[in-house]
Every structure is written in C-alpha cells, then in structure tokens.
C-alpha cells in the first residue's frame, strides 16, 4: 500500500529543510490524519527524527524535592492544596539527600537528573540549597542537572546556573486558549515570562505539557508552535493520569494511537528538538510504551513521577536498548 501522499510530500520537505518551521495549515491537516495513515504517519516521524537527532535515546529522572500545599490551583495536580489527595506534604529536601539521590539515579542508567519542588516559587534561601546540591551533584555523579522549581526571577536563574545547573523545566501545560481551564492562580505570561528568564541565564529551556486534559487537537497545534516560538531546547511530553481528588479525576484518558500521533505531531512541528515521554505513559499507552520511539521521542522518563510510580527502572532501560540495537548496522 502506497504511503500517504501529503504524509511523504510534507516529511520530504522537512527532511530538507528541517529549520523551516511547517505551516500551522499542515499542521492542522497533520491532525485529521487517521485510520490506516497513523502507521504512516509515525514512521514518517521516526524517519525525521532519525535524520535530525543523535541515535541515543536519553534518559530522565527526578526527585519530589519539596511535595504537597502547593498554593496553585491546577485542575489535574494532586499536590495542590485546592484538592483532596493523599500526597504526601513535606518540605525541602536537605541538600545530602538530594544528592544521594542523584548519585543513585546516576548509577542506575540515567543522563539527566531534575529537582523538582511544589509551589509557586521557592525562596531565596531554598534557591541556595538547591545551589548547594547542584554544585555538589556536578563534583560526584556525571549527569546533565536540571530543576523544576516553579515561577523564577532573573537573578535566582542566574544563580542556579553558576552552581551548575544545566537545564531549567517549566511546563506551559497547554495551549493559552485552554489554560484558564486548567489554572486560574497565576497567569500563562508569568510561566513565558519565567522560561525567557532561565534562558537569558544561560540555561537551556525546557517546556511542554500534560495532554489529555480536555484540550483540543487546534490547541495542541497551538502548544507545539508556542514552544516553537519561545525556542525550547527539549519537550517533556506527559499524558494526564487522573489522580482521585482532582478536578480531572474523572477525564477520560487518551486512546494509545490518539497519544502517539501526538507525539508524532510535535515532531513534525519540532524536527530537531529532543522530545521526551514522561509522566503519564504507562497509564496511557499501556502495552505501546515501546512504539513512543517510533512516533518521534528520543528521550524518556525512568523512575518514578512526582506523586505517581513508572514502571520498572529495567523494564525501561531494556526497552531503550532493544530500540537502540535495531537502530545500529
């Protein structure tokens, strides 16, 4: 069966021109595509990350560094104190056990290691312990470190980059037509706002969203091209998992095809940008966690999740090395 036509004119485009950004027009069309095209439509993401991309497939991890009353109200977290959950509530991990912690990711299989604290922001002196374990991770372990620290100012990112810090996480979550839907306790611009600011630092940007949460396949498009704009260095993608006591607790998941074709769809709009799978997977794509390599990622969360548990740490580094091997001659 021949391919797609669109799906084979539109790849061969980005595959020689891979720094001309695809038209929102494509990319809404890319979004219509079903049926017996999504196969196509995946391998032909595969194909544009391969062309683009090293052939290693990198590996994440994080710690819940400080869990529980955060003062947001976003609708699908079960650490926000809007909600009813039975997170644990605790405060700021002490820098030897964050860097223990590392250690222990390190030498489990994992290139990038990220703090990750619940709240708004953190405070200046919680800036300084986290400063401490960076400095401290970077003298111990070989990993890339990053941090997920919520709203940041200009100076507490400059700091955070002078102790080592590589990459600074902030997801946008969703489209900005969609977010009043999602948070209300602060504003789309202060999240944009914080992303510029861990850039002009130094560190490399690190944004994307939760998919599934009632959001559209335009809003999605909408996502995609607003980190375009921004110029993100790597997109975490994450799946909701409907946690009890949410506001979402009862929205129905993702199918596994609708989830990879928006993997693929971020490719698309992405080719040379690392796309990571994170929370959510196991939930969503079930027995099709594998096939995340084939529909464009070629980064993924190992380990657990901030409230939630990932799969089997072997399990994981296993699936990466049976995709890599078929990937070397």
């Known amino acids: 069966m021949a391919i797609n036509p669109f799906l084979q004119s539109l790849t061969e485009k980005i595959l020689e021109t891979p ?29 544009i990350t391969a062309a683009n991309l090293p052939k290693d497939i990198f590996t994440c991890t994080i710690i819940n560094a400080k869990s529980g009353m955060c003062s947001q109200d976003c609708a699908f977290c079960a650490q926000s104190a809007h909600h009813r959950t039975n997170v644990q509530i605790y405060p700021l991990m002490g820098e030897k056990e964050m860097v223990e912690q590392a250690i222990a990711m390190a030498a489990a299989g994992a290139t990038y290691f990220s703090m990750v604290t619940s709240g708004e922001r953190l405070t200046d002196h919680e800036i300084d312990t986290i400063c401490a374990a960076t400095s401290e991770i970077k003298s111990k372990a070989s990993l890339t470190v990053c941090g997920s620290l919520g709203l940041l100012t200009q100076a507490q990112a400059e700091r955070l980059r002078e102790s080592g810090m590589s990459n600074y996480h902030h997801n946008l979550e969703t489209a900005e037509s969609f977010f009043p839907r999602i948070c209300t306790t602060h504003t789309y611009a202060e999240d944009i706002e914080t992303l510029k600011a861990a850039t002009s630092s130094g560190m490399n940007a690190c944004s994307g969203g939760i998919l599934g949460l009632g959001e559209s396949w335009e809003q999605r498009v909408e996502l995609a091209f607003t980190l375009k704009t921004i110029g993100v260095k790597r997109i975490p993608i994450n799946f909701l998992h409907p946690i009890p006591g949410t506001r979402l607790e009862h929205q129905r998941p993702l199918s596994p095809m609708d989830a990879l074709k928006a993997i693929a769809l971020f490719r698309f709009i992405h080719p040379q940008t690392d796309i990571t799978i994170c929370g959510g997977r196991e939930h969503t794509l079930k027995d099709y966690q594998s096939w995340i390599f084939m529909a464009g990622a070629n980064g993924v969360m190992i380990g657990n999740y901030l409230t939630t548990r990932g799969r089997d740490m072997g399990m994981d580094l296993e699936m990466i090395d049976t995709w890599q091997r078929l990937r070397r001659p």
């Open 19 to 47: 720094t001309t950004p695809i038209s929102m027009k494509d990319a809404l069309a890319l979004t219509r595509v079903s049926g017996n095209d999504i196969p196509d439509l995946l391998a032909c993401a595969h194909k």
